[in-house]
Antibody
Framework: QVQLVQSGAEVKKPGASVKVSCKASGYTFMNYGISWVRQAPGQGLEWMGWISARNRNTNYAQIVQGRATMTTDTSTSTAYMELRTLRSDDTAVYYC?????????????????WGRGTLVIVSS | SHELTQPPSVSVSPGQTATITCSGDALPQQYASWYQQKLGQAPVSVICKDTERPSGIPERFSGSSSGTTATLTISGVQAEDEADYYCQSADRSSTYVVFGGGTKLTVL
């Protein structure tokens, strides 16, 4: 079954870090990129960035530039997104998505497979 | 920066046609894709690259694009189509993703 399975919900204090995992199955992991998209409560979708599962190239959105690190482990077909120096406005559901854009350059993004999301709550 | 503009809400009766637009200056050069999100669920892709319908998506969903406007059309709307719909594209460099603000489709 083609799917992305994400790690469970997290509660963090402001200033802490969180690392969300996304395990792919049912397809060849290295043939696609992974983008991360978040959604604050009651709000729309916000793209955070992309990583190639082939060469580990990354592109980050300005909203998380310098605070987010996206990595992959091809031995386990797992992508990770770490977000540091958490703030209350980072409270959101974080989705990993299979990205059908160019696997080497990260251009031409579109998404055809979504994980179920990981809720991250940042609260003191 | 590249922005995509959608109407906040669209309402239709069952069996009618729903049209949701997405406007953006980069759309003449970039594909638009569309995602359906039902309450409490993850989004699902319903249209990719302007007009392509992923496997498993009903034929009543179609997409088009002309100039600076992309359009999602749902023909013969059913109650189960009630959801938020988001368009998505890229900036002029094709590197950075942008989403529209979302349109809430209400089936009366």
């Amino acid at each position: 079954q083609v799917q992305l399975v994400q790690s469970g919900a997290e509660v963090k204090k402001p200033g802490a870090s969180v690392k969300v995992s996304c395990k792919a199955s049912g397809y060849t992991f290295m043939n696609y990129g992974i983008s991360w998209v978040r959604q604050a409560p009651g709000q729309g979708l916000e793209w955070m960035g992309w990583i190639s599962a082939r060469n580990r190239n990354t592109n980050y959105a300005q909203i998380v530039q310098g605070r987010a690190t996206m990595t992959t482990d091809t031995s386990t077909s797992t992508a990770y997104m770490e977000l540091r120096t958490l703030r209350s406005d980072d409270t959101a559901v974080y989705y990993c998505v299979r990205d059908r854009g160019d696997i080497l350059t990260g251009t031409g993004h579109y998404f055809d497979l979504w994980g179920r999301g990981t809720l991250v709550i940042v609260s003191s | 920066s590249h922005e995509l503009t959608q109407p906040p809400s669209v309402s239709v009766s069952p069996g009618q046609t729903a049209t949701i637009t997405c406007s953006g200056d980069a759309l003449p050069q970039q594909y638009a894709s569309w995602y359906q999100q039902k309450l409490g669920q993850a989004p699902v892709s319903v249209i990719c690259k302007d007009t392509e319908r992923p496997s498993g998506i009903p034929e009543r969903f179609s997409g088009s694009s002309s100039g600076t406007t992309a359009t999602l059309t749902i023909s013969g709307v059913q109650a189960e189509d009630e959801a938020d719909y988001y368009c998505q594209s890229a900036d002029r460099s094709s590197t950075y993703v942008v989403f529209g603000g979302g349109t809430k489709l209400t089936v009366l």
